[in-house]
């Protein structure tokens, strides 16, 4: 799928320098972070559902633990 993505002027130069550092396009480089971002939120949602469904079971014990 192609996508038109626009970037500040310090968001294309920043990216640019980077691409330049990596030796790799502006699109790779574009295309690693968000695949890096899609997959940080994605651990952090499971996480989130994990300690909502199991906190609930520990909530009198960590009460207990707090004071």
């Known amino acids: 799928m192609a996508m038109t993505l626009r970037l500040t002027d310090d968001e294309a130069t920043a990216l640019r320098l980077q691409a330049e ?4 396009s502006m699109q790779d480089v574009a295309r690693q972070a968000i695949r ?3 997959e940080q ?3 952090r949602a499971l996480l989130d559902e994990v300690l909502d469904e199991a906190l609930p079971r520990y909530d009198d014990a960590l009460r207990r ?3």
């Open 65 to 67: 633990l707090s004071q």
């Open 41 to 43: 939120q994605s651990r």
């Open 36 to 38: 890096d971002y899609v």
């Open 21 to 24: 550092r990596e030796q790799r």
